[in-house]
């Protein structure tokens, strides 16, 4: 079942070019470098590091899709399901042309970490498919969607993996995927995705889940800080699903965005960016750019205004050794899956700025997932109001537990966090014992 496809190591495209990098083998790194951190700090044996270093399960599918057309093409997809210690994996699913194993790899542990540190009764997968979605009709992205589903079927369910969208994916994709599940197993399983349209069980407040966390956890952090949010500026990188909701609670918080960027381009403008009309702006014309009353800037420019507060909220990686020092913002939280490096990270510390990781700052969603997943099982849902007090009580109270074990140990935000989450996956595995 399992077919190993390694990345290509990065080659110069020309002779003389820079290297292009390989942001997947990159983000892998980066997870492992944490995770040995983290070992480190708690003692553990180098077979216990081993253990939780490696994914139990990895699938590479090809997926044949018929064009529009008529004519064939092959993609990629994956599913990494990097651990169960604690439960059924759960994560979300990536359509991007940059996917690849490694990348699946990272995110996939980094899930793990992330349920253990918000106490949700999970492991952590990943899945992803090479695909550029936007070179492709809805009608193409179904046919994909079904196929890679039935693929990957025989490993994923309510009690084994639980998909959830991501980069490049929506509720349309988690609805297509329950209804090709439950085609296949011969009846309906809403439970097998989270993430899906309310129509068909999803749970009010998961849309906005993800930034209404990154949200609690960024107004803290500037608390925190000793900055007040009514008196601070911010920058917001990525105007997706995380990005546009972060950027839309930030200002209705009081704080001012003075800029944001995509794939497309930045822009800024030093009053602030009315988020309501940049987002139906975005709805028009697919990007920020262009929005009147803004002034373009460079995309790497973006990162290193001079704010209080910049929430990476698109890829992998955009935080590294060569733009580290250059970042004026003096709290970064981290909406994005590994947006800083290893080495970024070392370089904020110097600089004494605040780094809220990833695996605490953008947990809101696999939290209302959860809930999405328990009101399922129950077939019983819950108001928005209830789920959106759930979860700012759930995302506050791991924000104290990292405080205080950061305190404890003396040890920064993302190891404190990575400390704790380890320790709770590892506590699950030693006391269920090794299998034979
Ligand atoms: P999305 O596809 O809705 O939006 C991604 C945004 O990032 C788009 O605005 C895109 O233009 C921009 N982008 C892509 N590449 C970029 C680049 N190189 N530079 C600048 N901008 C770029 O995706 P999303 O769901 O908002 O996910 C964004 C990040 O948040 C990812 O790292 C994802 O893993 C993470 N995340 C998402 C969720 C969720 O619930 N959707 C939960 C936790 C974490």
């Given at each position: 079942?399992?077919?190993?496809?390694?990345?290509?190591?990065?080659t110069?495209?020309?002779?003389?070019?820079?290297?292009?990098?390989?942001?997947?083998?990159?983000?892998?790194?980066?997870?492992?470098?944490?995770?040995?951190?983290?070992?480190q700090?708690?003692g553990?044996?180098?077979?216990?590091?081993?253990?939780?270093?490696?994914?139990?399960?990895?699938?590479?599918?090809?997926?044949?899709?018929?064009?529009?057309?008529?004519?064939?093409?092959?993609?990629?997809?994956?599913?990494?399901?990097?651990?169960?210690?604690?439960?059924?994996?759960?994560?979300?699913?990536?359509?991007?042309?940059?996917?690849?194993?490694?990348?699946?790899?990272?995110?996939?542990?980094?899930?793990?970490?992330?349920?253990?540190?918000?106490?949700?009764?999970?492991g952590?997968?990943?899945?992803?498919?090479?695909?550029?979605?936007?070179n492709?009709?809805?009608?193409?992205?179904?046919?994909?969607?079904?196929?890679?589903?039935?693929?990957?079927?025989?490993?994923?369910?309510?009690?084994?993996?639980?998909?959830?969208?991501?980069?490049?994916?929506?509720?349309?994709?988690?609805?297509?995927?329950?209804?090709?599940?439950?085609?296949?197993?011969?009846?309906?399983?809403p439970?097998?995705?989270?993430?899906?349209?309310?129509?068909?069980?999803?749970?009010?407040?998961?849309?906005?889940?993800?930034?209404?966390?990154?949200?609690?956890?960024?107004?803290?952090?500037?608390?925190?800080?000793?900055?007040?949010?009514?008196?601070?500026?911010?920058?917001?990188?990525?105007f997706g699903?995380?990005?546009?909701?972060?950027?839309?609670?930030?200002?209705?918080?009081?704080?001012?965005?003075?800029?944001?960027?995509?794939?497309?381009?930045?822009?800024?403008?030093?009053e602030?960016?009315?988020?309501?009309s940049?987002?139906?702006?975005?709805?028009?014309?697919?990007?920020?750019?262009?929005?009147?009353?803004?002034?373009?800037?460079?995309?790497?420019?973006?990162?290193?205004?001079?704010?209080?507060?910049?929430?990476?909220?698109?890829?992998?990686?955009?935080?590294?050794?060569?733009?580290?020092?250059?970042?004026?913002?003096?709290?970064?939280?981290?909406?994005?899956?590994?947006?800083?490096?290893t080495?970024?990270?070392?370089?904020?510390?110097?600089?004494?700025?605040?780094?809220?990781?990833?695996?605490?700052?953008?947990?809101?969603?696999?939290?209302?997932?959860?809930?999405?997943?328990?009101?399922?099982?129950?077939?019983?849902?819950?108001?928005?109001?209830?789920?959106?007090?759930?979860?700012?009580?759930?995302?506050?109270?791991?924000?104290?537990?990292?405080?205080?074990?950061?305190?404890?140990?003396?040890?920064?935000?993302?190891?404190?966090?990575?400390?704790?989450?380890?320790?709770?996956?590892?506590?699950?595995?030693?006391?269920?014992?090794?299998?034979?």
């Amino acid at each position: 079942m399992t077919t190993e496809v390694l990345s290509a190591p990065a080659t110069p495209a020309t002779p003389g070019a820079a290297p292009v990098r390989d942001t997947g083998a990159e983000a892998l790194e980066n997870a492992q470098a944490q995770l040995s951190a983290a070992v480190q700090t708690l003692g553990f044996s180098n077979g216990l590091h081993q253990h939780l270093a490696k994914a139990r399960r990895e699938m590479t599918v090809g997926i044949p899709l018929r064009r529009d057309d008529d004519s064939v093409e092959m993609l990629t997809g994956y599913r990494v399901q990097h651990n169960f210690s604690r439960g059924p994996a759960k994560g979300g699913l990536r359509y991007s042309p940059n996917v690849s194993l490694d990348e699946v790899r990272a995110l996939a542990m980094w899930m793990t970490w992330k349920c253990s540190l918000l106490n949700v009764p999970y492991g952590g997968a990943k899945g992803g498919i090479t695909i550029d979605p936007r070179n492709y009709s809805q009608r193409e992205l179904e046919r994909v969607t079904r196929r890679y589903t039935s693929e990957i079927l025989p490993i994923i369910g309510p009690d084994k993996d639980i998909p959830a969208p991501d980069i490049g994916t929506d509720e349309q994709t988690m609805a297509w995927m329950m209804d090709t599940y439950s085609v296949n197993v011969g009846y309906t399983v809403p439970s097998v995705v989270t993430g899906k349209p309310v129509s068909v069980g999803g749970s009010l407040g998961r849309p906005s889940a993800t930034s209404r966390g990154v949200v609690h956890i960024a107004l803290a952090a500037l608390n925190h800080a000793g900055l007040a949010p009514a008196r601070s500026t911010a920058v917001v990188q990525g105007f997706g699903k995380v990005g546009a909701g972060a950027a839309g609670f930030l200002a209705d918080a009081g704080v001012r965005v003075v800029a944001v960027g995509d794939q497309y381009g930045a822009i800024h403008a030093a009053e602030g960016l009315d988020i309501r009309s940049l987002t139906d702006h975005v709805r028009t014309t697919g990007s920020v750019v262009g929005f009147p009353g803004s002034d373009p800037i460079p995309s790497d420019v973006l990162l290193e205004l001079d704010v209080d507060l910049l929430v990476p909220a698109a890829v992998e990686g955009v935080l590294h050794a060569d733009n580290a020092a250059r970042v004026q913002a003096k709290v970064i939280v981290e909406g994005a899956n590994g947006p800083t490096t290893t080495a970024a990270d070392r370089i904020f510390a110097d600089n004494g700025i605040l780094v809220v990781p990833d695996i605490l700052a953008n947990a809101g969603g696999v939290i209302v997932s959860y809930f999405e997943w328990v009101q399922g099982n129950q077939a019983y849902w819950w108001t928005a109001a209830e789920v959106e007090e759930r979860l700012e009580s759930r995302m506050l109270a791991a924000w104290h537990n990292v405080l205080t074990v950061a305190n404890r140990r003396s040890l920064n935000l993302r190891e404190a966090a990575t400390v704790t989450a380890v320790e709770r996956v590892a506590e699950a595995r030693q006391i269920r014992g090794l299998y034979p």
